[in-house]
């Protein structure tokens, strides 16, 4: 399927900014829509934005609209998450897919078949 692997967390204040990216190398990602999702203990994990090829349609949820800008370059098969006025809810493990071809729900876990092994990010005083 590909490898997919995140970077860039790690400790901010609040009211801070951190980008976040992921590389990829899953074949034929031109049909597929990426997205971010972050995960707390004992949560499940939970849809943060996505964005599909062209980049001109957009998603995000509506804890982080406003402040969370998603991005991608795929002639870097790179994709971005710009996070600012950060508040320690924004704490997680952050994770990068992949949709499955022809997937519909961005919402759902169950439309994306390739993920990172996620990246935390604390946003803690």
């Known amino acids: 399927q590909g490898e997919v692997v995140e970077s860039g967390g790690g400790s901010v204040q609040p009211g801070g900014s951190l980008t976040v990216s992921c590389v990829h190398s899953v074949r034929t990602s031109s049909g597929r829509i990426m997205a971010w999702f972050r995960q707390v203990p004992g949560k499940e994990r939970e849809f943060v934005a996505s964005i599909n090829f062209s980049g001109r349609h957009i998603t995000y949820a509506d804890a982080v609209q406003a402040r969370f800008t998603i991005s991608r370059d795929d002639d870097k098969r790179t994709a971005y998450l710009q996070k600012n006025n950060l508040t320690p809810d924004d704490t997680g493990v952050y994770y990068c897919?992949?949709?499955?071809?022809?997937?519909?729900?961005?919402?759902?876990?169950?439309?994306?078949?390739?993920w990172g092994q996620g990246i935390q990010v604390t946003v803690s005083s």
């Open positions: 897919a992949l949709t499955k071809l022809a997937a519909g729900d961005v919402y759902s876990v169950d439309s994306y078949d390739a």
